[in-house]
T-cell receptor, first 115, second 118 residues
Framework: EPEVTQTPSHQVTQMGQEVILRCVPI?????FYWYRQILGQKVEFLVS????????KSEIFDDQFSVERPDGSNFTLKIRSTKLEDSAMYFC?????????????FGDGTRLSIL | AQTVTQSQPEMSVQEAETVTLSCTYD???????LFWYKQPPSRQMILVIR??????QNATENRFSVNFQKAAKSFSLKISDSQLGDAAMYFC???????????????FGTGTLLAVQP
């Protein structure tokens, strides 16, 4: 069964550095998402992406965050200047368009640790 | 705005027994989807079961079933014949139905940590 893949599985970065998290969604999917889960807390929506543009973003997704689909297969999340509070598990998800009741398929996540 | 509430932070069940995890939600929409996701210690997010709000029949997937009460806005998960591998965090999630290009994010509850005792 096709799956969403995320790299790296664990990223350690110094505060203030830029970080790029990578995702390869399922190939025929059209909707892409990033979620974040701070340790011990619930999963929170960051951003959704469709037709090469952001369709919705949360309050968390401020100017330090950006997403890109550079080559038609990868879907990346960039954090420009990381803060300690960015430490979390980041999940990528994708979904097909039809049928509408399709669930989102999640990757295994990238654990981001900011030092 | 929609919200999802899971009032049981932790639950415990004996192996082979049945356990029910609670979830309530708030929405003004009439058509939507509800999901249960499982997150084992490895922290993957695995879909367990889904329910479409317009369907009256409760969804079932092997040992997993839901009790969907639309009027009460309740969506509980029943796990029958619990196994050690069922131990995980379980998240209830809501999604608007959406039309056309609507991307419709998932809104998660805070989760219930299920322990399975041998």
């Amino acid at each position: 069964e096709p799956e969403v893949t995320q790299t790296p599985s664990h990223q350690v970065t110094q505060m203030g550095q830029e970080v790029i998290l990578r995702c390869v969604p399922i190939s025929n999917h059209l909707y892409f998402y990033w979620y974040r889960q701070i340790l011990g807390q619930k999963v929170e929506f960051l951003v959704s992406f469709y037709n090469n543009e952001i369709s919705e973003k949360s309050e968390i997704f401020d100017d330090q965050f950006s997403v890109e689909r550079p080559d038609g297969s990868n879907f990346t999340l960039k954090i420009r200047s990381t803060k300690l509070e960015d430490s979390a598990m980041y999940f990528c998800a994708s979904r097909g368009r039809i049928p509408l009741n399709q669930p989102q398929h999640f990757g295994d996540g990238t654990r981001l640790s900011i030092l | 705005a929609q919200t999802v509430t899971q009032s049981q932070p932790e639950m415990s069940v004996q192996e082979a027994e049945t356990v029910t995890l609670s979830c309530t939600y708030d929405t003004s929409e009439s058509d939507y989807y509800l999901f249960w996701y499982k997150q084992p210690p490895s922290r993957q997010m695995i879909l367990v079961i889904r329910q479409e709000a317009y369907k009256q029949q409760n969804a079932t997937e092997n040992r997993f079933s839901v009790n969907f009460q639309k009027a009460a806005k309740s969506f509980s998960l029943k796990i029958s014949d619990s196994q050690l591998g069922d131990a995980a965090m379980y998240f209830c999630a809501y999604r608007s139905r959406g039309y056309g290009g609507a991307t419709n994010k998932l809104i998660f509850g805070t989760g219930t940590l299920l322990a399975v005792q041998p």
